[in-house]
């Protein structure tokens, strides 16, 4: 699909981009230098549908994900795990009159009491891996109606993204998200820059630059599709039919620990997209993801 711009206009420098200047200035940045602009086409309607569909379905997913963790807050690896001895795990030590939260990593213990391992409910220390707001239903245990929740938004999951790399193939943008062997090359220089705060511009601000396109790659080909098929392997019927799967991930207690880890990876993309998104522009970002419509800055003749 073509590109569609439209306009050209003079535009005032928002709030934002006071706010960013003032960051820029006290990292020892320059402040961004002001260009005409126009506007183009940049996210078709599937491509927006899709993608706001597929944030509800992932958070219902986590939330729903975490209160199925909570019945037994433990992580293992091995098709015969050591059960006594877990390398990751979110419990309480002390009495039953005064406990707190600890996370477990390998030989590393934290406290982390309020947030992991035990943390308030109803106003009430309780002992549950991940707090009552991160979960969905709210209320531990109640792993039943957790699995009916998560089960459900999986299937929108494989739903939406099927329908997603269908689009993409017929309006042939996949190349928009396969990296080249440049932007190979070029991927140190791209994440010093990002770290610089230094956002691509101009006409170079119209395509995906080679981090964005790495990244994008790694979550749609790569967790994507791990976190369905890890999540397939702890299912016993599924194992029945596809005994291969256990073996492909070391076991159920290995694939669970896999699917824990790739879910969490989401959060951290999440974050990092965030970031990046209020950062760099985050009013003409946001727009283009709501209208389509993004803002180029126009390049010196």
Not at 148 to 159: D, I, K, P, R, Y
Request: no cysteine.
């Amino acid at each position: 699909m073509a590109d569609v711009t439209q306009g050209n206009a003079e535009t005032e420098p928002s709030w934002w981009d006071g706010l960013m200047d003032t960051l820029r200035e006290r990292l020892g940045l320059a402040p961004r230098e002001r260009k005409p602009q126009y506007i183009f086409y940049r996210h078709p309607v599937p491509v927006r549908l899709l993608h706001w569909l597929n944030a509800i379905i992932m958070l219902v997913m986590l939330m729903s994900g975490l209160q199925i963790f909570n019945a037994h807050p433990m992580l293992y690896w091995g098709n015969a795990a050591d059960f006594d001895h877990p390398f990751i795990s979110l419990t309480a030590e002390g009495t039953q009159e005064h406990f707190w939260g600890v996370t477990k990593i390998g030989p590393w213990t934290f406290n982390t009491d309020g947030w992991l391992g035990a943390s308030g409910t109803n106003g009430v220390q309780t002992v549950r891996g991940f707090p009552e707001w991160a979960t969905l239903p709210p209320e531990s245990p109640n792993l039943a109606l957790g699995r009916l929740w998560h089960f459900a938004f999986a299937w929108l999951l494989v739903t939406n993204a099927l329908a997603y790399f269908g689009y993409i193939l017929f309006a042939r943008r996949y190349k928009e998200l396969v990296p080249t062997g440049d932007d190979i090359r070029h991927l140190p220089h791209e994440i010093v820059t990002h770290a610089k705060l230094q956002f691509p511009k101009g006409e170079a601000a119209r395509h995906y630059n080679g981090l964005q396109r790495l990244t994008y790659f790694v979550v749609l080909f790569v967790l994507g599709p791990l976190i369905v098929l890890t999540g397939l392997t702890m299912s016993p019927t599924i194992d029945s039919v596809f005994p291969f799967l256990v073996w492909v991930f070391g076991g159920r207690q290995s694939a669970r620990t896999i699917h824990f880890l790739v879910a969490f990876s989401f959060v951290g993309f999440f974050i990092v997209h965030m970031l990046a998104l209020f950062l760099s522009a985050p009013i003409n970002g946001l727009r283009s993801m709501i209208t389509g419509w993004f803002a180029i800055e126009k390049d010196a003749p």
